[in-house]
């Protein structure tokens, strides 16, 4: 069964200071990881899309990795702009997306 | 504006009420999408649609249907809910082909109460 795994489920961190956030996956035949923001009451806003491990995405404070088995979210220096849900999911075929839980973000000032 | 918009953006209802979500979208893309957002669950889908004549049941159809009135539309339709129908909603859509196609787009979401 595919499976999407974020962690941590919750990071706190004070202004500047950076950290990753991972999403782990178990899938047959992975076409495509997406990095999306979710701010409270909205809908999911696109990040960025990996498609092969060694593949590295950059908008902002924001990097995005991949690997065979996990992606991580770096964001360096975060500002309190930055607080959010972070969600991760892959496509497995057919336009099907498999959503991990997310990661929720604040950063402090 | 919206790229994607939904209506109506919260709604509450009883049990056994018949409800429709719209979703329109002003991005020209083929394929949409119905997902609905549980705390713990994530996003799982409900239904999706490659074109209008083209209606896909996801992961959690029971209880759903859909209706896709045009490229830019696709309504959700509760046809008598319930309690555990209570969730937050997104309509999402993405192109048919090209690059990009994998992307998915999301509306800002109807948050449902079912009492």
Not at chain 2, 12 to 27: A, H, N, P, V, W
Not at chain 2, 49 to 71: C, L, M, P, T
Request: hydrophobic share 30%.
């Amino acid at each position: 069964e595919d499976q999407v795994t974020q962690s941590p489920e919750a990071l706190r961190l004070q202004e500047g200071e950076s950290s990753s956030l991972n999403c782990s996956y178990t899938v047959s035949g992975l076409r495509g990881l997406f990095w999306y923001r979710q701010d409270p009451g909205k809908g999911p806003e696109f990040l960025f899309t990996l498609y092969s491990a060694g593949e590295e995405k950059e908008k902002e404070r924001l990097k995005a990795t991949l690997t065979k088995k996990e992606s991580f979210l770096h964001i360096t220096a975060p500002k309190p702009e930055d607080s959010a849900t972070y969600l991760c999911a892959v496509r497995t075929g057919f336009q099907k997306l498999v959503f991990g839980t997310g990661t929720r973000l604040l950063v402090s000032p | 504006d919206a790229d994607v918009t939904q209506t109506p953006r919260n709604r509450i209802t009883k049990t056994g009420k018949r409800i429709m979500l719209e979703c329109s979208q002003t991005k020209g893309h083929d394929r949409m999408y119905w997902y609905r957002q549980d705390p713990g669950l994530g996003l799982r889908l409900i239904y999706y649609s490659f074109d209008v004549k083209d209606i896909n049941k996801g992961e959690i159809s029971d209880g759903y249907s859909v209706s896709r009135q045009a490229q830019a539309k696709f309504s959700l339709s509760l046809e008598s809910a319930i309690p555990n129908q209570t969730a937050l909603y997104f309509c999402a859509t993405s192109v048919g082909r090209g690059i990009g196609q994998e992307t998915q787009y999301f509306g800002p979401g109807t948050r449902l109460l079912v009492l």
